[in-house]
């Protein structure tokens, strides 16, 4: 009987900069580390009703018609194959599938792990291409998740021995709702208008922790860094408040204290500072 293994499949709209393929990854393995078998997974790539390719591209413009329907998008089918841990049997790989389902918490612990995958691929292939603008994506944005199990040939070519379908809606995740106590879309019509701007510290400690969350240390303790140094200034005085004050004075206490051991820590209380000021100013 052939291997089975657990997999995570999402389906996003539109084309992604990763060509088809297979692509066999170390997840969550640290530059310079050895890659260790127990740490690998297989990212398959497939783009499912792309259009047909045209012939020459017009460079100039042409009439539009407002009537004309908008041209279909592609959907990119990613499969992320826990290939590390195989299953004994199919009876215990159902039993897993029954079992991941039943919590919610799992299902997003998966989803999390194979988006992370995904990610480190579209970041690698940003750097080697030179690209800054490159794409990062989450779950929820996917227009359909399973959760299932298969052979390895089977995974590799989108088809399945069993799958169930599940919910990462924004209303069911806990990351959407802490973005919403937060109120963002006000914020953003502000920031439009005028009324309000970014600060230098907010990009800054966002691009920390997507290199913290993403694995890449050393990135995120030089975004920190800096960021760090950012709210200090631009954050000085902000709020009459006996909290801010406290963790502004832990935070300038931490400022030469950036090593990995404290990155996590000194992130958090940097987003503490943030999420205060937001709530506090409403």
Known sequence: MAKLFGFVQFDFAGALPLADGRYLAGAGAEEGAEDAPGDQSVLVLKRIGAPPEGGRRRRRGRNADPGEAPQPLPLTRVTTIRASTPFESQAEAARWLDEACE????????????????????????????????????????ERVLLGYASGEEAAGGRYTDARQVDLSPHTSRRRKREEELRPQERVAAILRGREQLDACETLLLRARADLDAGRTREAALQLRIGLEALLDELDGALDDPGHDKDMVTLRQRQAQTSNASIEETLGICERVLRRRRVLRG
């Open 103 to 142: 919590a919610e918490d799992t299902i997003e612990v998966l989803a999390s792990e194979a988006i992370a995958t995904l990610n480190g691929a579209l970041h690698a292939q940003a750097v080697a291409s030179a690209d800054p603008y490159g794409r990062q994506l989450s779950p929820e944005q996917a």
